[in-house]
C-alpha cells in the first residue's frame, strides 16, 4: 500500500515536470512565473483543461490520446514522464532500503527508517532532475545551470549525511566506497593515514576526486573537439554527478554513459537518422549511465570480475 501511494504521488510529481519541461526555453529560469504559472491549455487550441483532463495518465488513456476539444493528438511524453516518475518513486526507496542491510543493534529501528527517508528523499530530488534535465536536453540540447547546481548540491548533503547515515546501514567502513553501489569491489584507502580513512574527510576528498576526475576527462574532450563532442553543460554535469557518486562509481558512470552513447549513435547512422557529424545531447546517456550504476551497479561490477575470472 505504501508503494502505491508513492507511484500515485510520483505520477502527479511527473505531471508538473511535463509542464516545466514543456514550457520551457533556453534562457528562462526553470521556476520563472511564466513557466509554473497559468492554468495547462490544449498545445493546438490552447483551451483551458478541467481537472479531469489533468489526472495523470488517467486522462491521456480515456482522451486516447487527443484532445477533447480539436482532437490534436498529444505528446507521448505526457503519460511516459508521469509513468517514469511514478516508477521512480517506487523503486528508488526500495532499491536503497534493500541493497544495504539495516543494522538495528546500534540505532533502534525507527531511527534506521528515519535514514532510509533521508536518503530515499535525496536520491528522489537527484533522479526527478535527472528526468527533468533529460528532456530540456533532447528538447533544446541544453542542460541549464540550476539543474547542475541543484545536483552539485544534492551531493554535497549526501557528503554531508553520510558519516550519519553509516551507522544504521551496512556499508563497509574499510573502503574508500564505503557507500559505493559497487559495495566490497570498492577502492580501499590503505595509502591515507587512519585518521582520515575513518573521518568525513576521506568522503569528502573521495567525492571531490571523483568531481575533478570527471571534469578533466570531459574537460580533455572539448577541447580536443573545440567543442562540438560535447557541451559545458555535460562538463558541469559530470562535476556534479562526481559529487554525488563519488569514486570509482564514476568511472562506471562515464563508461556506461560512452557505451550507451556509441550504440545509440550506431543505430542511428545505420538507421540514417543522424550523419556522422551530427550532434547527440549527452546529457540522457549520462543520466542512464548513473541510473545503471544506481540500481545495479554492484551486478554489473561482479558480472564482469566473474566474467575475466578475476
Known amino acids: 500500500m ?5 507511484f500515485i504521488l510520483g505520477l502527479a510529481i511527473g505531471s508538473f515536470i511535463n509542464v516545466i519541461s514543456l514550457r520551457y526555453h533556453p ?16 498545445p493546438n487550441c490552447h483551451k483551458k483543461l478541467n481537472w479531469y483532463e489533468l489526472i495523470p ?3 491521456f488513456l480515456i482522451q486516447k490520446g487527443k484532445c477533447r476539444h480539436c482532437g490534436h493528438r498529444l505528446s507521448l511524453q505526457y503519460p511516459l514522464v508521469e509513468i517514469l516518475s511514478g516508477l521512480i518513486f517506487v523503486f528508488v526507496p526500495l532499491s536503497l532500503s534493500s541493497s544495504w542491510s539495516i543494522v538495528s543493534s546500534q ?3 525507527v531511527s534506521s527508517q528515519w535514514s532510509v527517508v533521508i536518503l530515499s528523499t535525496i536520491w528522489l530530488l537527484v533522479f526527478l532532475l535527472f528526468l527533468l534535465l533529460s528532456i530540456i536536453d533532447l528538447r533544446h540540447s541544453i542542460i541549464p545551470n540550476s ?3 541543484s545536483l552539485a548540491i544534492l551531493g554535497i548533503i549526501l557528503i554531508a549525511n553520510y558519516p550519519k547515515l553509516s551507522h544504521s546501514f551496512s556499508w563497509n567502513p574499510n573502503f574508500s566506497g564505503r557507500l559505493s553501489f559497487f559495495k566490497y569491489y570498492a577502492l580501499p584507502l590503505d595509502f591515507l593515514p587512519s585518521s582520515i580513512v575513518n573521518s568525513q574527510w576521506s568522503i569528502l576528498i573521495n567525492h571531490l576526486f571523483a568531481a575533478l576526475f570527471g571534469m578533466f576527462i570531459f574537460g580533455l574532450i572539448i577541447f580536443f573537439s573545440r567543442g562540438r563532442a560535447m557541451g559545458m553543460g555535460d562538463f558541469k554535469l559530470i562535476g556534479a554527478l562526481g559529487l554525488i557518486f563519488g569514486w570509482p562509481d564514476i568511472l562506471m558512470v562515464i563508461a556506461l554513459s560512452f557505451i550507451i552513447g556509441a550504440i545509440v549513435g550506431i543505430i542511428f547512422l545505420i538507421r540514417k537518422k543522424k550523419k556522422i557529424k551530427d550532434a547527440i545531447p549527452f546529457g540522457p546517456f549520462l543520466v542512464i549511465g548513473s541510473s545503471l550504476t544506481f540500481f545495479f551497479g554492484y551486478l554489473i561490477i561482479d558480472g564482469y570480475f566473474k566474467l575475466f575470472g578475476l
Open 57 to 59: 495518465v488517467v486522462s
Open 147 to 149: 539543474i547542475n547546481l
Open 2 to 6: 505504501n508503494y502505491l501511494f508513492l
Open 107 to 109: 540505532w533502534s529501528v
Open 27 to 42: 534562457g528562462q529560469k526553470l521556476l520563472d512565473r511564466k513557466i509554473i504559472g497559468g492554468r495547462s491549455h490544449c
